[in-house]
């Protein structure tokens, strides 16, 4: 297991987009791990050093939220009434809520320390795409 985040992050074609704002990109990594998908990651070159707490923070926040997830579906489990449903559902939204802003915080974190967050075009298909999935670049 590494040490450090990789700089590149697997989203779903539905959030592709020319130019993204952090929030779009926080609000899908989020609901990527929220749907069991984990972010399939790989690190072309060291991070800066400015750039390595942040990132820890995103991995760290990323784990946290599987965990979090886990928690609350196990404390729930597969409720039956509509109420139960309701209020399983309104617990998740608030949970996610809170990590896409955890998240945006920490782009915004990556961006003030040099990163530059590139997201591929849809027409182009640039290498960062790979089959139906797409790859968020952070470049130093």
Same mark, same amino acid.
């Given at each position: 297991?590494?040490? #450090?985040?990789?700089? &590149?992050?697997?989203?779903?074609?539905?959030? +592709?987009?020319?130019?993204?704002?952090?929030?779009?990109?926080?609000?899908?990594?989020?609901?990527? /791990? %929220?749907? !069991?998908? *984990? =972010? *399939? /990651?790989?690190?072309?070159?060291?991070?800066? =050093?400015?750039?390595?707490?942040? %990132?820890? &923070?995103? @991995?760290? #926040?990323?784990?946290?939220?599987?965990?979090?997830?886990?928690?609350?579906?196990?404390? *729930?489990?597969?409720?039956?009434?509509?109420?139960?449903?309701?209020?399983? @559902? +309104?617990?998740? %939204?608030?949970? $996610? !809520?809170?990590? /896409?802003?955890?998240? $945006?915080? &920490?782009?915004?974190?990556?961006?003030?320390? !040099?990163?530059? /967050?590139?997201?591929?075009?849809?027409?182009?298909? =640039?290498?960062?795409?790979? !089959?139906?999935?797409?790859? $968020?670049?952070?470049?130093?």
């Amino acid at each position: 297991m590494e040490n #450090s985040m990789p700089d &590149t992050v697997m989203f779903p074609p539905a959030v +592709i987009a020319d130019k993204v704002e952090d929030r779009v990109l926080a609000a899908a990594l989020v609901r990527e /791990v %929220a749907a !069991g998908r *984990h =972010p *399939h /990651v790989t690190l072309a070159q060291p991070l800066p =050093p400015a750039a390595r707490s942040a %990132a820890e &923070t995103l @991995a760290d #926040s990323l784990d946290e939220l599987d965990r979090d997830l886990a928690r609350l579906r196990r404390r *729930h489990s597969a409720p039956t009434s509509a109420g139960g449903r309701i209020r399983l @559902a +309104i617990a998740e %939204a608030e949970l $996610l !809520g809170g990590y /896409v802003r955890d998240v $945006l915080q &920490t782009l915004t974190s990556l961006r003030l320390v !040099g990163a530059e /967050v590139e997201k591929a075009g849809e027409r182009s298909q =640039p290498s960062c795409v790979d !089959g139906d999935r797409i790859i $968020l670049r952070l470049q130093w």
